[in-house]
């Protein structure tokens, strides 16, 4: 039997890969589909055929920080910043529940105009809906995760984005790694659902640098984890750059799927920003939770991480009506519950 298929059956089998095993799979063209197929099955018999969807709230694209490939970067001057008052994030929030969302994931620019007790008054009052709050807003001290936690936070997404060190560094001028690091201990220590996750195709990436982030993601005891292709932006340094791609994107993220075995996994809106079916792509390759957007108007452009974002003009309701049926079309299901992860 070929070598290649020998590594995705024991993957499938054990659930463990070194890490030249994971090189081989990546370095490999010709079982991409039966790397893709073994992901799904493994994805129906640890987490089974409900998708999760969390409502996605986009709430400030004001950010200190610069980090090459982000459109939202501090140094972007083509961008029209906008930053919603507690309480309109909360109301977003309040819509999205009439919608049936159980779970929403409150993200932004690191925008110090939330203090901590701000952030606490709206995951207080988004908490009084029933729902899981998670939040995804970028690097913040102990005290201040703690704080969210006791507010009643229940996961936090902060993607380690590569785990080569000096890539991470170039990358995030002025961020360091061992503090992004740091970051995700501390949520863990907290008690967060914690999810982390990578860019695929960043420039000077390497096939063994993916390798590495995907045993750190088993290293670290995610929760979630979340791949994209990174996509160049025009408005940031890495305009010219090639950015990653989708084939590659989902066999990294079906390698997690086998790995860590009963995780939740997003298929991620920049898949399908390069290709019209790539939600459903990776539905089918390992990924059972959904992200729909809940922003409104004018800000889901503004919001612009990277170009080509779909759904830009489209409402919320759409989207919660747009996606259901493309799940249920595969056959699938759209869960009712929170989605924490199945111990
Ligand atoms: N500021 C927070 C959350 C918002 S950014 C943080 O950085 O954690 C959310 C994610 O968007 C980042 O983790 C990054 O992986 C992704 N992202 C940013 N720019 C991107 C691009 N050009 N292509 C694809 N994904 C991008
Ligand atoms: Fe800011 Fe996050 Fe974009 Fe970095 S990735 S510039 S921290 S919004």
Known sequence: MDKIIELINKAEKINELSKEEIILILQSSEFDQELLNAADRARKKFVGDEVHLRGLIEFSNICKRNCLYCGLRASNKNVDRYRLQPDEIIELARKGVSYGY???????????????????????????????????????????????????????????????????????????????????????????????????????????????????????????????????????????????????????????????????????????????????MALQSGANVVMPNVTEGEYRKMYALYPGKICVNDTPAHCRGCITGKIQRIGRTVSNTKGFRRK
């Not at 009052?125 to 005290?143: C, N, P, Q, R, Y």
């Not at 902060?158 to 501390?186: N, Q, V």
């Not at 984890?225 to 989902?250: A, M, Q, R, V, Y």
């Open 102 to 280: 159980k779970t929403f994931v409150l993200q932004s620019g690191e925008d110090e105009f939330y203090t901590i007790d701000k952030i606490k008054y709206i995951v207080e009052k988004i908490k009084e809906f029933d729902v899981a709050v998670t939040l995804s807003i970028g690097e913040k001290s102990f005290e201040e995760y703690k704080a969210y936690k006791e507010s009643g936070a229940d996961r936090f997404l902060i993607r380690i984005e590569t785990t080569d060190k000096d890539l991470y560094e170039a990358m995030d001028p002025g961020m360091s790694h061992e503090e992004r690091k740091r970051c995700l201990s501390d949520l863990k220590a907290l008690g967060y659902e914690v999810g982390s996750g990578c860019l695929v195709g960043l420039p000077n990436q390497t096939i063994e640098s993916l390798a590495e982030d995907i045993l750190f993601f088993k290293e670290i005891g995610a929760d979630m984890i979340g791949i994209g292709p990174f996509i160049p932006n025009g408005d940031t340094p890495l305009k010219d750059e090639k950015g990653g791609d989708l084939n590659l994107s989902l066999k990294v993220m079906a390698i997690t799927r086998l790995l860590l075995k009963d995780i939740n996994i997003p298929a991620t809106t920049a898949m399908e920003t390069l290709n019209p079916n790539g939600r459903i």
